[in-house]
Structures are given as C-alpha cells and as structure tokens.
C-alpha cells in the first residue's frame, strides 16, 4: 500500500535544508519511499492513493526528548512556584507535592498528555518517569514513537536541590533498578519497535555513587539510551558541592556516567567547564525552553553545540506544545546571545526534530528523505497568521501554531487526519482528565490541610476516602521534577 501526498509544500529538515515547492511524498510501509516533483513521484508509484497537498506543507514531526506526561494533573499549579535561585536552597521544584495517584489516574493524565503531543505535532517523545508500567500499553495505543525511560533514585528524606546530608537508602535504589528491567524485558521493542525503554538516574543529588554506577551497568547491559536531570537548579549544584566536592558534571565524569548516548535534561546552572566535559563525551541535551524561561535560567546553547553535545528540545512539565518549546528556545538564546538573527529558524527546527531524533537513537526520523521513517506532519497554510507562506521555515517558528497542524503520521501510519485524532479517544480523555484531577487535588488537601491553595483554584468536590494512591516520588514533600 503505497500513499502519495501530491502538490505540497515540503520542508525535508536536511542538512542542506532543503525544501521541494509543489512537491510529493510517496510513503511505502513505515518508510519514505520518494521525494521530489509531484509528476516525477507519481510516475514511478501508479496506483498509490494519492492525498492532495495543495495548500498544505508537510514538515518532520517533532522529537520531545524530555518530559513527564504525568504531571499534567499539576497545570496551572506549579508554573509560578519556582525554587529560589540562591541560598536557603529548601529543595523540591514547588512548595506544593503532586498529588499521589493511582495507576488508573497516572494512565489517564499521561493519555491527556500524548493527546495535547500529538494534536501539536509531536511524532517521537521520551517520557522520564516512575512507574511506567502502570501506563505502558496506553503509551503503545497511542501510535507515537517513544523511549520509555523508567526513574532510579536512592536517596530518602529529601528533595531534589537540597544541600543537607545524603542519606541513602539501598532497598529504594535496587527496586528502581527492578522496575527498570522489567519495564525494559515487557516493553522494548513493543509497537513494531515504535517503543523502546530506556534507563534514567533522577538526578545527580538524589543517586549515589554506587547508583549512577549501577545504572550505567545497566545501560550497558540493556544496549539502550540513559537520560538524567542534570544542573537543574542552582540547588542540585549545591547539594552535589556538599556532597562531593565536585561540581554536577564533574562528579558524573568521575564515576564514569557520561557517554554518547546519555541525554541530561537542562544543562543551564553550569560552569563553563561543565559544558566541555558534556561535549568531550558527546552528551545529548534536552533543552527544556520553556520550563527554563519560566524558571528565569537558561543553558548557553550556543558553548554547549560548540563543545560537542547534540541539541535537542523537550517540554518538561510544561505545555506539551513543541512550537511553543521551539519558538521560545529560539529566542531565549537570541536574548541571551544579543543577537538578532542567531540562532535560525533551520538551527531551531533541527534541535527540535532531527536533533531529537537523533539522541533517542533514530537517526532515520525526524527529517524527511528517502528510506527514513514515514514520521511527518501537515500543516494548513491559509490561515491569517501564515500567509504569505514565503520561506516556510521562518514562517512556522516565528508565526506557527500548534493548532495548525491537521494531519500527524508516525511509522507510516495516520494518527491524525483532517484535525481528527484517530489513535486516541478524545472526548474520554478529556472528560476523564478533569475528573482525577478533581479527586486527586481534593484528596490532596483533605489529607493535608497545612498546604494552602494557591489563588484562584476552583472548588473541588469531597474527597473519598479508601483510595489506594502512592506518591510517584517517596521522598519528604516529594515535588515535580
Ligand atoms: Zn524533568
């Protein structure tokens, strides 16, 4: 079954950055089969079914390599209660826990965040997490390409950024290890291979030693992708000084951590030589744009690509809206740098496609030529805010919308067609999604009434009792990361 998309704009995302005008793409199984004029590729594909792309630009999907499609259940909550910037470094990322859930709850709240990826254009997503298990085969139903990156920690009785004593507690480690390996013995290669289960150390404050050793054993061992938050918040770097004597980077060096196939999430409270010994190892970093615009931090991209490491974008607990990610990244770096034309949209849709692709382990995706993997998007363009669609790249970072983004397709396959999603159950995961958090955000005051609602929260109902909910994250008021 062969489809052809006839007559459209068609921003490959190649090195050369090249764009066909009038173009087509002809799509065979899960891969590329052609690319060029719509009367060459038509010629050679008699039969296909042909999807008229007038008016349209098909572009790579995105790659979100660093998120956590559960803590959607804390929008309009944790955005403005950032941890402070200098000491007294108090830890955790909000005053305010995520609220524990059940896995029924978890599963719903990462199917409303899979939904909000796809409806914006996200083809490939690394979902950072603990217990993934309990949401597994929601995440293969949702037809997205995924690594599955399930969480180890072993320090207890504090949060990430605090700087007080490490105490460790080995039995915490050793099931996160387990669930790991049963995460990655059920799951990888799930989805015709769409799926593939990855390992991840917290942070560097909140493992020990002996831990982000293991874990690295283990990322051997399992042949597959290690992700990590590294120099977060300024109090992970104090923590990692007290504890170490080191700064983040370093330490992970010294215990042999870092490889090419490592993503670290953040990168932005760093010392320069931090960012070399990242690109000495060819590190992968997720630059999570706006969670940190957000924060008020940013990485020095710009030094970071220079040393060595690949430049990716992930959305964190943020907006699951990679334009929003993409665009904002482009001018944070711009603010940062007093430069006005650096980075450019092409550098900017790189990190936030094939850049991504390319540290989840595929470098055939997220750019579009012959032989690769059939992930794209379609986008309408006439719409107020697009036209004229001149140089289509600068249009789509500077003006694009997620909503503009009508049709997605990962591994050859339609997830969304015409702005109908057709992997997923819309209408049930949003009805669904207010309903926990309805039950979780009660449940989470009822039992803790010290914790004071933050202004403007709606009336939640009574919260019933006997529910077996664990928090995510064991560990004092255990808070988002
Ligand atoms: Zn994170």
Redesign the pocket.
């Known amino acids: 079954m062969t489809t052809i998309i006839a007559d459209a704009t068609i921003v490959t995302g190649d090195a050369a950055g090249t764009i066909h005008h009038r173009g087509a793409l002809a799509i065979e199984g899960n891969r590329i089969a052609a690319i060029g004029p719509t009367k060459d590729v038509a010629a050679r594909f008699h039969g296909a079914e042909r999807v008229d792309g007038t008016g349209r630009c098909v572009l790579p999907g995105f790659a979100n390599i ?3 499609l559960v803590m959607t259940l804390a929008r309009g909550v944790f955005e403005d209660l950032s941890p402070p910037h200098k000491p007294p470094f108090d830890g955790g990322l909000s005053p305010i826990p995520l609220p524990p859930m059940t896995p029924e709850e978890q599963r719903v709240m990462c199917e409303l965040g899979a939904l909000e990826a796809l409806r914006s254009g996200t083809t490939a997503l690394l979902e ?1 997490a603990a217990h993934i298990a309990n949401y597994a085969q929601a995440m293969v139903d949702t037809g997205l390409r995924m690594v599955l990156a399930e969480r180890a920690w072993d320090r207890v009785g504090a949060s990430i950024g605090d700087p007080t004593e490490f105490r460790r507690d080995e039995a915490v480690g050793r099931t996160g290890l387990e669930r790991i390996e049963r995460l990655h013995a059920a799951w990888d290669g799930a989805g015709g291979g769409r799926i593939k289960v990855g390992v991840s150390a917290w942070a560097p404050d909140m493992c020990s030693p002996e831990l982000l050793k293991q874990v690295r054993a283990l990322q051997q061992r399992l042949d597959t992708l290690c992700t990590i ?1 590294l120099n ?1 918040i300024w109090g992970e770097v104090a923590a990692v000084q007290a504890h170490h004597n080191m700064l983040p980077c370093e330490f992970l060096e010294s215990i042999g951590f870092l490889n090419d196939r490592v993503i670290a ?2 990168c932005r409270c760093m010392a320069p030589l931090e960012e070399k010994i990242l690109g000495r190892h060819r590190v992968k970093v997720a630059f ?1 744009s706006a ?1 940190a615009a957000r924060r008020g931090l940013s990485p020095r991209v710009s030094e970071l690509e220079a040393a060595g490491c690949t430049i990716g974008m ?1 959305s ?2 943020m907006a699951e809206d990679m334009v929003e990610v993409m665009r904002t990244g482009l001018f944070m770096e711009r603010v940062r740098r007093e430069d006005g034309r650096d980075p450019t949209p092409e550098a900017a849709l790189r990190w936030a496609t094939r850049n991504g692709y390319a540290a989840m382990g595929v470098p055939d995706g997220g750019w579009l030529a012959e032989g690769n993997l059939a992930d794209l998007i379609m986008i309408r363009t006439a719409r107020p805010h697009l036209v004229p669609f001149l140089r289509p790249v600068s249009v789509w970072l500077h003006q694009g919308q997620a909503r503009d983004v009508d049709d997605v397709m990962v591994d050859g396959r339609w997830l969304m067609r015409d702005g109908a999603v057709l992997s997923m159950d819309e209408a049930r995961i949003l009805r669904e999604a207010e309903a926990v958090a309805d039950r979780c955000w009660a449940r989470l005051f009822a039992e803790n009434p010290d914790i004071e609602r933050p202004d403007g929260f709606r009336p939640l109902p009574a919260a019933a009792g006997g529910v077996q909910a664990v928090p995510l994250h064991p560990v004092g008021p255990g808070r ?2």
Do not use: P, R
Request: charged residues 15%.
């Open positions: 660093h998120t956590h950072d938050h977060q999430a953040h999570n969670i992930g964190d607990n988002g990361a």
